[in-house]
């Protein structure tokens, strides 16, 4: 077995905030994804990474920065943070079926 | 270009009846994979089942089955003898054989079992 961690597990910024959240996983997999959850919503594609030092811009990219320097983590970065934006930030792996950290909530004052 | 989409914001059923989720799926891969997963009121997301698109068996998991319908693009989520734990958001999602990285998923469906 194997678990997803991320951290911080809640983070509070101010508008136009640089802001950077960390996934690292210990299932060796190879593909990790960032995704974006509002409330009542469903799940939207940032970025993803199918090997160290690679990413691939998901549908919601712009306004995000994403870097992959080690297999096992996989950060995220809000470039200049939105006023009143709330959101899960959940991060996943991959070898067949995908999973799931429990996700960073993000609140922006 | 991908996409999946589940028509059905909610539904409600009585605890121990059987309960259908729709989903439809765009590509123009010949070969793809779909997935079921369950968000429960906690926020944690599992992986429940897979059905591969090569595969004309529809895949089976527990009490978890699908309803797979290629030429409509439709997998549909059946879950049989419902219990209370199953309520939760569903969310069905797809993965493409040459883009084998990229994973979409579908709005969700809220399950509500009533005892």
């Known amino acids: 077995g194997g678990i997803i961690t991320q951290t911080p597990k809640f983070l509070i910024g101010q508008e136009g905030q640089k802001l950077t959240l960390k996934c690292q996983q210990n299932f060796n997999h190879d593909t990790m994804y960032w995704y974006r959850q509002d409330s009542g919503k469903g799940l939207r594609l940032i970025y993803y990474s199918i090997t160290e030092n690679d990413l691939q811009k998901g549908d919601l990219s712009e306004g995000y920065d994403a870097s992959r320097e080690k297999k096992s983590s996989f950060s995220l970065t809000v470039t200049s943070a939105q006023k009143n934006e709330m959101a899960v930030f959940l991060c996943?792996?991959?070898?067949?079926?995908?999973?799931f950290g429990p996700g960073t909530r993000l609140t922006v004052l | 270009a991908q996409k999946v989409t589940q028509t059905q914001t909610s539904i409600s059923v009585v605890e121990k009846t059987t309960v259908t989720m729709d989903c439809v799926y765009e590509?123009?891969?010949?070969?793809?994979?779909l997935f079921w997963y369950k968000q429960t009121a906690s926020g944690e997301i599992v992986f429940l089942i897979r059905q591969d698109s090569y595969k004309k068996e529809n895949a089976t998991v527990g009490h978890y089955s699908l309803n797979f319908q290629k030429p409509k693009s439709s997998i549909g989520l059946i879950i049989t003898a419902t219990q209370i734990e199953d309520s939760a958001v569903y969310f069905c999602a797809m993965r493409e054989f040459y883009n084998q990285g990229k994973l979409i998923f579908g709005q969700g469906t809220k399950l509500s079992i009533k005892p």
């Open positions: 590509t123009r891969d010949s070969s793809y994979f």
């Open positions: 996943a792996s991959r070898y067949a079926e995908q999973f």
